[in-house]
């Protein structure tokens, strides 16, 4: 068959547009994930009970313009949906509607409205939820109202409880404030119930601590990208770190790096402190103009589709760590070797902490910075890890390390300036963080890829790279005339 010119380019033009509109990232977590962990919760779920999840709220960044939404990280864990203005339940027997089918879930989400997504982009809305996400029972928000469900019969109601900041004054229109207050009226629920009665938030906490902690496949492999990406901005930013670099610039760096990769935020503020700055144990003004000769804690994990990566490297921005912050360095990287050691299937966080502990505490006693353990332990003010996942301090428990588990090892040592010790260890500020997959019989060390021990530190900082070109012209409008 001959095509015309103006066929060809017509066909040419719409295969060059649907090639763009497609050109997105396809790792995302599947359907067929969402619906599994439905249905791992389903199990757990006592008899004739119900599970409420609810999305985050938008937050206020000012006037007019919102934060960039942030899912509930339990909603997009059941579901996959993003966006807000969304409800959800999960029965643990199946329901019957009045024309005699059954459903397992109920969803309801945010409508789809031309008028609005000119502004904030495109929504799935109902049907394409139903499509893309594969769940059956899915109507806009405004359909609850007229949806026949009774929670009179629920034995149990597991929820979260709702956030205490929300301004739930707000009763009409289809969002996610209309959503709960028709849920309240309708379930008799209210704040001085939750945790009592049937309204139970201790199980929704366990159920769903007790299926995040232990990842799936799909799970260990958004997460072993995202530490992959935040050991790639450790390294570059080591090739490129520069005295006369500001803290703000060293974290723009590290957040390139994840942005090249495709992650999409950050897990957390980054944390970037030079000097005394590292003793605060989430700085995160990042506002020193020059770290100079000093060293650097950078505390920066690449979120991908969801999932945060939580690594730690300090560094000496000149390149060469001092004698005295050689030994500091040396027992904290001491202190989590004696973790990894013993990080397997069955091992207990107690003993990891204690273990690595112990390093610290007589070290420092050692090097005569403290007179005794008791005293050391003001220089190590936080625990040894947690896991890490949807959430950067992820939901799990803190008995049993086990299989399948993503957590972070961190110890620090931090000594402020005007600390009770000689002065030369003054605003010496260390902690180094890696994530590690649990294994039956050992652990991989996901974030090995960025340097850890002294040598390995100072060989990648001697490095060149490619930024030591990048040179932007000094700024004009401040002077006089511009
Ligand atoms: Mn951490």
């Known amino acids: 068959m001959r095509i015309s010119f103006p066929v060809m380019m017509f066909l040419l033009l719409v295969s060059v547009a649907s090639a763009q509109e497609n ?78 089918s059954t459903y397992k879930e109920l969803f309801f989400v945010q409508k789809r409205d031309p008028g609005a997504e000119q502004w904030t982009g495109i929504r799935l809305g109902a049907e394409g939820v139903k499509q893309k996400l594969k769940i059956a029972q899915v109507f806009n928000g405004g359909d609850f109202s007229k949806h026949p469900i009774s929670f009179d019969k629920f034995s149990q109601v597991l929820l979260y409880g709702f956030p205490q900041d929300m301004d739930r004054k707000q009763t009409r229109g289809e969002g996610l404030y209309a959503l709960m207050n028709q849920f309240i009226a309708r379930s008799g629920y209210s704040d001085s119930l939750n945790g009592k009665g049937k309204f139970n938030t201790t199980l929704y906490y366990k159920y769903t601590a007790q299926l995040r902690e232990i990842k799936t496949e799909e799970e260990i492999a958004l997460l072993r990208k995202a530490v992959e990406i935040s050991c790639n901005g450790q390294v570059e930013v080591m090739k490129a770190v520069k005295p006369d670099m500001s803290e703000r610039e060293i974290q723009g760096l590290h957040e ?33 103009l020059q770290v100079a000769n000093r060293m650097v804690l950078m505390d920066v994990g690449a979120q991908y589709h969801g999932y945060t990566a939580d690594v730690t490297r300090t560094i000496p921005a000149n390149g060469k760590f001092t004698a ?7 027992l904290v ?67 049993t390390v086990k299989k399948g588990m993503v957590i972070t090892i961190e110890p620090g040592i931090y000594i402020p300036k005007n600390s009770n010790c000689d002065p030369k260890w003054w605003t ?14 050992d652990y991989e060390l996901l974030s090995r890829n960025a340097p ?31």
Request: glycine share 8%.
């Open 256 to 288: 390139f790096v994840h942005k090249k990769y495709g992650a999409e935020e950050v897990g957390y503020p980054s944390i970037v402190g030079a000097g005394n700055n590292g003793c605060v144990l989430h700085y995160q003004e990042n506002n020193d």
């Open 324 to 330: 005295e912050q050689k030994l500091i360095y040396q």
């Open 23 to 100: 050109n997105l990232p396809q790792d995302y977590l599947s359907p067929e994930f969402h619906a599994g962990r439905r249905e791992a919760l389903r199990e757990l779920m006592p008899d004739n009970s119900v599970t409420v999840v609810f999305a985050y709220p938008m937050r206020k960044f000012s006037n007019d313009v919102d934060y960039v939404y942030h899912p509930n990280p339990d909603l997009y864990y059941f579901t996959g949906y993003t966006e807000p203005n969304a409800m959800l339940f999960i029965f643990k027997e199946p329901q019957t509607a009045a024309d005699g």
């Open 428 to 441: 010496i500020a260390v902690r180094i963080e890696d994530d590690l997959l649990i294994r039956e019989k």
């Open 452 to 482: 850890r021990t002294i040598a390995e530190v100072e060989n990648t900082i001697a490095q060149k790279s490619a930024l030591d070109n990048f040179v932007l012209p000094p700024l004009q409008s401040g002077k006089k005339g511009f």
């Open 333 to 399: 990287y001491d202190a989590q070797e004696a973790a990894f050691k013993l990080c397997k299937d069955g091992a207990s966080w107690q003993e990891l902490d204690k273990v690595s502990r112990e390093v610290i505490l007589e070290g420092l006693v050692n090097l005569g910075i403290a007179k005794n353990k008791s005293e050391a332990g003001k220089y190590y003010p936080h625990g040894l890890g947690h896991h890490i996942g949807l959430d950067v301090h992820d939901r799990g428990n803190y008995g």
